[in-house]
Structure formats: structure tokens, C-alpha cells
């Protein structure tokens, strides 16, 4: 009977087992090595560019989470690819300081793996004191002429950077004498609005201070200016160019020009407040680019910006020598010519214009060695004062005559 029981027992045990399913142990999950931040890693409090390494993740994506001991901080990167490395553009949060941080890498499986606990350390010594801007700051969005003033600087330099929050927006300034104060003459760059934004002073000896949060307001742009656009293509030293707008107060309007948030200079000067404005001057030396834009100020200090548009390269590189302005064809002249120098490519063609009217071809393609000859007489394209050759090259390149008469 004994031997019976204890036969019962033990399958009644074996049973039981067979019934309960092994459990997956979290350890079983850790697989991910992470290489990067390691032991001897030491990050400075609201560093920014900070990276972590890893190897080991699956799927196609993994997220990080940074702990100090064994408490949650914050997202060290959101979802990020699976590459086996990562870089956090941000500045660090104010996690504090500490030899006890951590990354936790988290693949699309729910696997996961730990870095070796890693210093962050204080930022410098932060011993400037940023005076302006402060609480009671408020900008406006691409405002110019805004400042920043500091006392305890060390060294000769210093340079600004701007944060919106923990984020790195810019430089504000770039380097300048440490003299206490610095104007920055450029429009604020496109750095958003909200009244979480901070400058960072770092002198010459990687010393810092950060200036009080202050705001930055949205633009009240009551112009509307409502030419150039963003389709709009100027040519460099482009000549009669125009501005169009509506909304300015005042009797008179002035206009200045940039590029992106840099003060170019002046576009027009005061200007009767009529919408429209012309400038018969060539556009100064301003560069190229698809980042330009104008600027309206009326006489109640009303502001307005237009699009962002276009100023492209000038493609003149091209000189006809011949005709020129001491020339003269007869109507119908047989024996006519052309002269030219830097032209590119194995051809070119030539049209014919009186004043701007394209009146047809000079010469079809012919071959680029400078010099051509009209086939036969001139064409009945009239009489006058104000005829010009234009010369187009196998790229796009053209030059222009002077204006020559055709009797």
C-alpha cells in the first residue's frame, strides 16, 4: 500500500510540472549590447551632439531611455534606426550630475540591453552672469538689432548661442571681444516663438553662463508685400526690378533686402506709399541663392516680409567684339560678320534684335572659333539705331553686342 502511494505521488508531481509552462525570465530579453556610453564616458551637464553605440538590436528600429540609478529620466533618442549608432542633436536635460547614468536601448521586439554606468559631470564652471536678455525680455521674430550684456567673463573672446528649451537653435553670435556687450544686427533666424528661449555665453576658457528664459513674440506682419514671391527668379546686377504690397500706413515706405536672416542692405530708399516701387538701379553684389528677401517698413514702423525667392547667376561671360557701337550695315548689306571671345562648347548661334524685339537668326550653328560670317544679305529687318546680336553658346551662355545701326 505504501508503494502505492508513493507511485501515485509521483506521478501526481510529474503531472503538475508537465501542466506548468517554463516562464520567460526579463534576463532572457536582455540581448542588446550597448559599446557606447561606457565606464569611462563623462558627458558635461546639457551637452549637446552626444551619441550611444550598439549591437545585438532586432527589427528595424530601437528607442533609448537614460536613467540615473534605477530611476526613469526621460527619452535619451524616440525611435531611431537600427544602425548600431544614434546622435542626440538636442542638449541634455536637467537630469543633474552624477557617475550613476545609464542608457537603456529597447529594440521593435521588446529586447533591450543596458549601457555600463557613465558620469555626467558639471557644465564648466558657470560663472557669467548673463544680464540681458532676462525675464521681462520679449523679441519678435526676425527682429534686428537685439543684444545680449554679461559681466565675469575670462579671456579676450566670447561666442552666443541661442536654445529654445534644451534644444540648440543657432549661433546668436559668433565670436566677439569680451566687452561686456555685443549687437546682433541680423534678423533673428527662423527659430520659432514661445517664451522658453535662452542665450548661452561661453568665454575663451570654455566658462559659460545661460541668460534668464525670455520670449520671443510672433511677427504682427501687417504689410503684406505681394511681389517678389517665392516663384519669383532674379539675375545677379539684375536691372528694373520691382516690389508690389498692400496694408502700409503712412505716406512712405522704405525696403531693405536679406539673405536668409542676414542684413543685405538697402533695396530702395523712402518711397511714396503707392504699392508699387521700382528699382532702376542693378541689384548690388548680394550673392545668389533661393533665401532672399524684402523687408517693408512704412512711417508707422509697420513691418512686412515677402516670400523667400530666387537670385540666380549670371551667365555672361561672353564678348562680341564685333559689331559694335561705331558700326554700320546697310539695309540688305551682303558682306556682314560677327567677333566674339569666350564662348564655351562646340557652337553657337546668333539672334538679331532691334531694341527687345527678336526680330530672327543671325546665324544658325555655326562652329565656336570666334568669328562668323552672314549668309548672304541682311535679312528686311528694318532700319535704325538700336539693333543688337545676342550670342548663345552649347551651354546655355550668351553675350550681347552693343546696339550698332543698320541704315
Not at 15 to 24: A, F, K, L, Q, Y
Not at 60 to 68: A, D, G, N, Q
Not at 324 to 350: L, M, R, S
Request: aromatic share 16%; with cysteine; charged share 20%.
Amino acid at each position: 500500500m505504501k508503494a502505492f502511494v508513493t507511485v501515485l505521488l509521483v506521478c501526481f508531481l510529474f503531472i503538475s510540472g508537465c501542466d506548468n509552462p517554463v516562464e520567460t525570465k526579463e534576463d532572457d530579453l536582455e540581448i542588446i549590447d550597448v559599446t557606447f556610453p561606457n565606464e569611462n564616458t563623462v558627458w558635461v551637464e546639457f551637452q549637446t551632439e552626444t551619441t550611444c553605440n550598439w549591437n545585438g538590436a532586432i527589427g528595424e528600429t530601437v528607442y533609448i531611455k537614460i536613467y540615473k540609478g534605477n530611476n526613469y529620466q526621460s527619452f535619451f533618442h524616440q525611435e531611431t534606426a537600427n544602425d548600431g549608432q544614434c546622435t542626440r542633436n538636442e542638449a541634455l536635460g536637467n537630469w543633474g550630475t552624477g557617475n550613476d547614468f545609464r542608457l537603456k536601448v529597447i529594440d521593435s521586439q521588446e529586447n533591450f540591453g543596458w549601457s555600463d554606468y557613465f558620469t555626467i559631470t558639471e557644465a564648466g564652471t558657470e560663472i557669467i552672469e548673463v544680464i540681458y536678455p532676462n525675464e521681462n525680455t520679449q523679441w519678435i521674430e526676425y527682429q534686428t538689432n537685439t543684444y545680449c550684456d554679461w559681466e565675469n567673463a575670462t579671456g579676450d573672446n566670447v561666442y552666443i548661442e541661442i536654445y529654445k528649451g534644451a534644444i540648440y537653435q543657432g549661433l546668436y553670435h559668433d565670436e566677439t571681444a569680451n566687452d561686456g556687450q555685443c549687437t546682433r544686427n541680423e534678423a533673428l533666424g527662423n527659430w520659432g516663438t514661445g517664451n522658453d528661449f535662452r542665450l548661452k555665453v561661453i568665454d575663451a576658457n570654455d566658462k559659460i553662463g545661460w541668460s534668464d528664459y525670455f520670449t520671443i513674440q510672433a511677427l504682427n506682419e501687417s504689410i503684406n508685400i505681394t511681389f517678389p514671391i517665392s516663384t519669383t527668379n532674379w539675375l545677379e546686377y539684375q536691372i528694373k526690378t520691382s516690389c508690389d504690397w498692400i496694408n502700409a500706413t503712412g505716406d512712405s515706405v522704405r525696403i531693405e533686402i536679406f539673405q536668409e536672416d542676414t542684413y543685405l542692405g538697402e533695396y530702395h530708399s523712402w518711397t511714396t506709399n503707392d504699392g508699387h516701387c521700382n528699382r532702376d538701379e542693378a541689384l548690388e553684389d548680394w550673392g545668389t541663392g533661393n533665401d532672399f528677401r524684402l523687408k517693408m517698413i512704412d512711417a508707422n514702423g509697420n513691418e512686412g516680409w515677402s516670400d523667400f525667392f530666387t537670385i540666380n547667376t549670371l551667365n555672361l561671360p561672353i564678348i562680341i567684339l564685333y559689331p559694335n557701337n561705331t558700326t554700320y550695315w546697310q539695309q540688305f548689306e551682303e558682306d556682314t560678320y560677327c567677333e566674339w571671345n569666350y564662348a564655351t562648347g562646340a557652337w553657337v548661334y546668333i539672334e538679331i534684335y532691334k531694341g527687345n524685339v527678336l526680330k530672327g537668326l543671325y546665324h544658325d550653328e555655326t562652329a565656336n572659333d570666334g568669328f562668323c560670317r552672314h549668309n548672304g544679305p541682311l535679312d528686311d529687318w528694318g532700319t535704325g539705331t538700336d539693333f543688337r546680336l545676342r550670342l548663345i553658346d552649347a551651354n546655355d551662355n550668351e553675350g550681347w553686342s552693343d546696339y550698332f545701326t543698320i541704315e
